[in-house]
Nanobody
Framework: HVQLVESGGGSVQAGGSLRLSCAAS????????MGWFRQAPGKEREGVAF???????SYADSVKGRFTASKDNAKNTLYLQMNSLKPEDTGTYYC????????????????????WGQGTQVTVS
């Protein structure tokens, strides 16, 4: 049974930091492309960060310079370090495994991903 489980969400003040984790079970995601998404109430799910099998990353313009995606293949865990948080970063954050390697900006398209975690809430006030 393939499963992704996010953790590390919480409530922080603007300017603070959080580190989200995404633990994979049932498969080794070291060869997969992984994405971080977020969804605020009433808004569409948006791509935040992407990391491919070699560790190369891409970010949404809104989080560049503040968020960092990384992974620990030995622990089968994906991370999202979020610094200088802003109220507009508030939302439910999801990790997801892509079905292949999204081309170009398609990494931010949720339809490129086939396995999703349950999400973790981040609130910035």
């Amino acid at each position: 049974h393939v499963q992704l489980v996010e953790s590390g969400g919480g409530s922080v003040q603007a300017g603070g930091s959080l580190r989200l984790s995404c633990a994979a079970s049932g498969y080794s995601y070291s060869s997969y492309c992984m994405g971080w998404f977020r969804q605020a109430p009433g808004k569409e799910r948006e791509g935040v960060a992407f990391i491919d099998s070699l560790g190369s990353t891409s970010y949404a313009d809104s989080v560049k310079g503040r968020f960092t995606a990384s992974k620990d293949n030995a622990k089968n865990t994906l991370y999202l370090q979020m610094n200088s948080l802003k109220p507009e970063d508030t939302g439910t954050y999801y990790c997801a495994a892509a079905g292949g390697r999204p081309r170009g900006d398609r990494w931010s398209n949720p339809y490129e991903y086939k396995i999703w975690g349950q999400g973790t809430q981040v609130t910035v006030s």
